[in-house]
């Protein structure tokens, strides 16, 4: 039956310069947004060279100076770097976030944070902005990568392909037909909705092979992405097999499955949205913005004992270092105190996006859209968690050069080379991304395709009954 | 006969569970969206004046420092919300919230706290403005997409011609049922921001509410247009949806994406370098080796004929500063200007997409008259570097000049806190709903083409349908 079905779609698909038309659009808008998508890439990863370039400029230069037995350049003779300051401005090593190899597909995402960030004292990770110029007129339209093809354009294309099946049969008097022909008027409705879940998820699964190979990427990304598109295409299928059980002609289920995909896709994340601007109406970041710079003036003000007790606790190493008189080394202990400030603005920034992440959760729940959209984004490695882990992999070297710094300003001794290289090589290069988590949305999309089958099995049981009632 | 064959419209979509369902929906979300929106805006609204209020106790209670600490020390603006961002928040989701204005540097509005929701900023928010221009005209297609096309299936359109009504006036009385049950939206969510907001604006109240009503008139129009010309009622429900998701969903993004590409932006890296190239071009205020400094200084000199700097009776920190500050301001407003002609360019370009999709006219103009659009963003950036400038100006002033020798030849401040308390607040002065309108000619021509055109193609479907019958 099903060969018979997909044969008819294919017969239909080929008779319909509309639904043709569909196909193309889709696949020739998918194929345009991959180019676009690897572009971003390109883009992303020259950042990232740009500040590598810059950085090997700076250690270069510095380890010339050293190598001339010179405090620094001549034309800034206040530049010495025997000092700390001075070795750590000229140390200022880039931490960069490498694109995922599957990153051009959410290019659009609204998720702009640093893709490469300068390593030293002064740094704020927490105010880092991205790579891209933004225009706000452009971001605000949402965006139009192939996670949006694929999240928005993908069910509609099954709306355009499917939007016939069960209404026509029942509306021209075809069921009755099919029943006496094969003993089950909802196989073939089953049937057609399948074949027509093939064709998207052919088409679906051709932009993934295309995204795929024009990054380069793996199989352990492959894979994920077209399980995911593959569950995605099962729950509108089995979305269309239950508007496809019960239209009485084409228009019924034509709006039945507009008002699905309506309410999946527009109605349902809008829904998150508010909520998201609810949750984000108190925030003006002063913790970030106008507490932080108090809290860098608190730091001349503390005791002296303090602060040394302060930076004992977050850097236990450094017991038994202090230099006598204890004095000398405060400097460098309000350097310590303000890299703990640091940690703890962090820190209370991961609690407050808890909220967030909350929402983003149970939204995902909400609507197999929402939840399919984030998988990608997961994939992509764009996600705010990513963006997130970016940010702490960033205060941890920074605190880690703090504590180099702290210990090497405490030996009450002009600074060398060494001290220099220890703490270029302190300072982590390379950013791990988190293990993107698209296993949940993936459960959450079996949670949709094993529910929408129920219901569509009982509402077709529940017709045969009545069926059988009125015969 | 127009008001009776309305009024039985109404009736219809009443007595119809469909209809009923529809418009139930329409005013529950209406309702919904307007609550939510105002009270968002009202914690948003709070918390922007309690940050307001925490920069200037900091300003305010900072010990007497030199003016140019407190240059480097500088002032946090927050970004207002407006209060017709209750009905159409704009771009305010995509551009950052905060801008510290300091010396030297002129810095980039930060903080969007919902990219820690980022997967769900893909999708549109919620809002008054999203339910009238996107929602509000799903449920007139919902509602209408059978208005004439059931009424020729059911035989009911030949008894009504032969009844003496003519098809324009049943054209036309049908549109207005459609356009009426718009205009009722529209009223919902405009008397409930009434109800629900404190600080209203007549004037661009009333603009909001006149434009909404334009295109929910041109969507009327479509809709009865397509339904009288399709054959069956099941294609003008397909037509209308795919219109739907053409102009709502995809069209926009569409624009946006082939906008940034055709035309893109610099990345941040380039653009921070080349104005980074145009700035080391300038005076240094903090480089004593700067010859263009040690030439401002020779020139000082001479203007107060002393032959050193320790003779002078002001302080040359300031007037270099201050050099370094009008050469920088010089810098900003070449890239900047550049970058803003950019995105005008870019926004512009986006905006030819109103003559194809009147939805993106309405978005747009919207944005204008809530103030919430690209041109009120970047009027705010403007108002904010004026405001840095002046800021800087007054306190280098004050560095140079708020000074006395003292008998022993040294340099004394003479800078009181009276002095910091003068320094008012940085205040958003939105630009008027006049000024806005203009700057959106395009949208609004635009607009009025769709306005002319829809009624137009009332009069020829009329016509069309005239031809028919007499054939």
């Known amino acids: 039956m099903i060969t018979a079905a997909l044969s008819l779609e294919f017969r239909n698909l080929m008779r319909s310069p509309l639904r043709l038309l569909t196909l193309v659009l889709v696949l020739s808008v998918g194929y345009f947004v991959i180019a676009q998508g690897q572009k971003d890439v390109s883009r992303w990863q020259e950042s990232i060279d740009k500040g590598i370039e810059a950085q090997s400029e700076s250690l270069e230069e510095a380890r010339s100076y050293f190598a001339q037995g010179v405090p620094g350049p001549a034309d800034r003779p206040w530049v010495d770097l025997r000092q700390n300051r001075y070795q750590d401005y000229y140390a200022s090593v880039r931490l960069a976030r490498d694109p995922a190899p599957l990153a051009g597909m959410a290019f659009a995402s609204a998720e702009s944070g640093a893709v490469t960030m300068r390593m030293y004292r002064f740094a704020d990770p927490m105010l880092a902005q991205g790579n891209k110029i933004e225009n706000p007129a452009l971001a605000a339209a949402g965006g139009l990568d192939l996670v949006t093809v694929l999240t928005l354009l993908i069910p509609l294309l099954i709306l355009a392909l499917g939007v016939e099946v069960g209404g026509y049969e029942r509306s021209t008097g075809l069921l009755p037909l099919v029943r006496v022909q094969t003993?089950?008027?909802?196989?073939?409705?089953?049937?057609?909705?399948?074949?027509?879940?093939?064709?998207?998820?052919?088409?679906?699964?051709?932009?993934?092979?295309?995204?795929?190979?024009?990054?380069?990427?793996?199989?352990?990304?492959?894979?994920?992405?077209?399980?995911?598109?593959?569950?995605?295409?099962?729950?509108?299928?089995?979305?269309?097999?239950?508007?496809?059980?019960?239209?009485?002609?084409?228009?019924?289920?034509?709006?039945?499955?507009?008002?699905?995909?309506?309410?999946?896709?527009?109605?349902?994340?809008?829904?998150?949205?508010?909520?998201?601007?609810?949750?984000?109406?108190?925030?003006?970041?002063?913790?970030?913005?106008?507490?932080?710079?108090?809290?860098?003036?608190?730091?001349?003000?503390k005791e002296q004992e303090e602060l040394y007790a302060a930076v004992s606790e977050r850097f236990p190493a450094l017991i038994g270092k202090e230099p006598e008189p204890r004095s000398a080394g405060v400097n460098a202990v309000r350097e310590g105190l303000r890299?703990?400030?640091?940690?703890?603005?962090?820190?209370?920034?991961?609690?407050?996006?808890?909220?967030?992440?909350?929402?983003?959760?149970?939204?995902?729940?909400?609507?197999?859209?929402?939840?399919?959209?984030?998988?990608?984004?997961?994939?992509?490695?764009?996600?705010?968690?990513?963006?997130?882990?970016?940010?702490?992999?960033?205060?941890?070297?920074?605190?880690?050069?703090?504590?180099?710094?702290?210990?090497?300003?405490?030996?009450?001794?002009?600074?060398?080379?060494?001290?220099f290289e220890d703490l270029v090589a302190a300072s982590p290069a390379v950013f791990s991304r988190p293990t993107p988590d698209w296993k949940s949305p993936l459960l959450v999309l079996g949670v949709w395709l094993v529910a929408l089958v129920g219901l569509a099995n009982w509402l077709s049981r529940r017709e045969s009954e009545s069926q059988t009632k009125t015969s | 006969m127009i008001?009776?064959?309305?009024?039985?419209?109404?009736?219809?979509?009443?007595?119809?569970?469909?209809?009923?369902?529809?418009?139930?929906?329409?005013?529950?979300?209406?309702?919904?969206?307007?609550?939510?929106?105002?009270?968002?805006?009202?914690?948003?609204?709070?918390?922007?004046?309690?940050?307001?209020?925490?920069?200037?106790?900091?300003?305010?209670?900072?010990?007497?420092?030199?003016?140019?600490?407190?240059?480097?020390?500088?002032?946090?603006?927050?970004?207002?919300?407006?209060?017709?961002?209750?009905?159409?928040?704009?771009?305010?989701?995509?551009?950052?919230?905060?801008?510290?204005?300091?010396?030297?540097?002129?810095?980039?509005?930060?903080?969007?706290?919902?990219?820690?929701?980022?997967?769900?900023?893909?999708?549109?928010?919620?809002?008054?403005s999203t339910v009238l221009q996107i929602l509000a005209a799903l449920v007139l297609v919902l509602a209408g997409f059978g208005v004439i096309s059931s009424e020729r299936e059911s035989g009911r359109l030949n008894l009504l011609l032969i009844q003496g009504v003519s098809s324009r006036q049943l054209l036309l009385a049908k549109t207005l049922a459609l356009w009426t049950l718009g205009v009722a939206l529209c009223l919902v969510v405009v008397g409930a921001n009434l109800i629900l907001v404190?600080?209203?604006?007549?004037?661009?109240?009333?603009?909001?509410?006149?434009?909404?009503?334009?295109?929910?008139?041109?969507?009327?129009?479509?809709?009865?247009?397509?339904?009288?010309?399709?054959?069956?009622?099941?294609?003008?429900?397909?037509?209308l949806l795919s219109l739907w998701v053409a102009g709502a969903i995809v069209i926009p993004r569409l624009s946006a994406m082939s906008t940034a590409t055709l035309d893109p932006l610099p990345g941040r890296d380039a653009f921070q370098a080349a104005m980074q190239a145009d700035r080391q071009q300038g005076i240094d205020g903090h480089n004593p080796m700067d010859e263009r400094r040690n030439e401002l200084e020779r020139k000082v000199l001479k203007e107060y004929g002393v032959s050193s700097r320790e003779e002078l009776p002001v302080s040359l920190g300031g007037l270099i500063m201050q050099a370094d500050e009008e050469y920088g301001a010089k810098v900003w407003d070449k890239h900047f200007g550049e970058l803003e002609g950019h995105l005008l360019r870019q926004d512009a370009s986006v905006g030819k997409f109103s003559f194809l999709n009147p939805f993106q006219a309405t978005d747009r103009l919207s944005m204008a008259i809530a103030g919430t659009g690209l041109n009120s963003h970047l009027e705010f950036l403007r108002q904010t570097e004026y405001y840095r400038r002046e800021l800087v100006r007054r306190l280098n002033e004050e560095d140079a000049f708020g000074v006395a020798r003292s008998e022993n030849g040294r340099l004394l401040r003479t800078t009181t806190k009276e002095f910091y308390l003068s320094f008012d607040s940085f205040e958003y002065k939105p630009l008027a709903l006049g000024e806005m309108l203009g700057r959106r000619t395009t949208d609004l021509l635009a607009l009025a083409l769709w306005i002319f055109g829809a009624s137009a193609l009332l009069i020829l479907t009329a016509r069309q349908m005239e031809a028919r019958r007499v054939s």
């Open chain 1, 183 to 301: 003993g089950r008027d909802r196989s073939w409705i089953w049937a057609r909705c399948l074949a027509v879940g093939l064709i998207a998820a052919a088409a679906g699964l051709t932009l993934a092979a295309i995204a795929v190979t024009a990054a380069g990427a793996g199989l352990s990304d492959a894979l994920p992405l077209c399980a995911l598109i593959i569950a995605y295409v099962a729950v509108w299928t089995a979305l269309l097999a239950v508007i496809a059980l019960r239209a009485r002609n084409p228009s019924h289920g034509a709006v039945g499955l507009g008002t699905a995909w309506i309410v999946l896709c527009v109605l349902i994340p809008s829904l998150g949205v508010e909520r998201s601007a609810a949750l984000a109406a108190g925030d003006f970041a002063l913790d970030l913005t106008v507490e932080a710079r108090e809290e860098k003036g608190l730091v001349y003000e």
């Open chain 2, 198 to 239: 404190d600080d209203v604006d007549i004037g661009r109240i009333a603009a909001f509410l006149g434009l909404h009503l334009a295109t929910l008139w041109v969507v009327a129009a479509l809709v009865a247009c397509i339904s009288a010309r399709a054959k069956r009622t099941g294609t003008a429900a397909a037509l």
């Open chain 2, 3 to 128: 008001l009776a064959l309305f009024s039985n419209e109404w009736r219809s979509i009443l007595r119809d569970g469909r209809g009923r369902l529809v418009i139930t929906l329409g005013v529950l979300l209406a309702l919904v969206s307007a609550w939510t929106s105002a009270s968002t805006h009202a914690s948003k609204e709070r918390a922007q004046a309690a940050a307001v209020e925490a920069a200037r106790c900091a300003w305010e209670d900072r010990e007497v420092d030199s003016a140019h600490s407190r240059a480097h020390f500088g002032d946090y603006v927050f970004r207002p919300s407006g209060s017709m961002s209750t009905l159409d928040s704009g771009l305010q989701a995509v551009t950052g919230r905060v801008v510290f204005t300091e010396a030297h540097r002129q810095n980039d509005a930060v903080h969007k706290p919902q990219q820690a929701a980022a997967s769900l900023l893909r999708y549109d928010r919620l809002e008054p």
């Open chain 1, 339 to 419: 890299l703990i400030n640091l940690e703890e603005r962090m820190a209370e920034r991961e609690e407050h996006s808890q909220s967030h992440t909350t929402l983003v959760k149970w939204m995902n729940l909400a609507s197999p859209t929402l939840a399919f959209s984030h998988a990608l984004e997961e994939l992509a490695g764009r996600g705010p968690e990513v963006a997130q882990a970016f940010r702490q992999a960033m205060v941890d070297g920074l605190a880690k050069r703090a504590e180099l710094s702290i210990a090497a300003n405490w030996r009450m001794e002009p600074l060398g080379l060494k001290d």
